[in-house]
C-alpha cells in the first residue's frame, strides 16, 4: 500500500513538472498578475441578432427593446431612413450626441425616423437608459 501511494505522489509531481506548473509557486517575482477582463452582461431581455447590420438602403428599422438597440451598429448608404421603434414595455428616445437629430420620448409602439444624408458616424443614446448601455451608432458610407 505504501508503495502506491509513493507511486501516486511521484506520478502526481513529475506530471506537474513536465506541464511547466509548480505545485506551491506563486507568481515570479517582479511580475504582477494579469487581471482578467469582465465578462460581457447581456440583457434577458437582449436580441439574439447581429449587433452590425450590412450596408443597408431604403428604409430600415432598429427595434428599441428595455435597454437595447437591435441592431446597434448599422452601416447605411447616404440617403438611407432609419425608423426607430420601441418593442420594450417602457420610454425610450433617440439622441445623437452630435445633435443631429433627437427625438421625444417614446412609449411603447411608438416610432422615430430620420433620413441620412451626409456620410459620417453618429453615435446615439436613450437618455434614460445610457447608463445602461443602450447606446447604438450609424455609419453612412
Partial sequence: ???????????????????????????????????PSAPAVASATAPATPATSALTTGTVTVQMGDHFYDPARLVVARGTTVVWKNVGITVHDVTSYDGSFRSSTMGPGNTFSYTFARPGRYPYYCTPHAGDGMIGEVIVE
Fill in 1 to 35: 500500500m505504501r508503495a502506491l501511494v509513493s507511486l501516486c505522489v511521484i506520478g502526481a509531481l513529475a506530471s506537474a513538472c513536465a506541464s511547466g506548473v509548480t505545485p506551491s509557486a506563486g507568481p515570479p517575482t517582479g511580475t504582477r498578475p494579469i487581471a
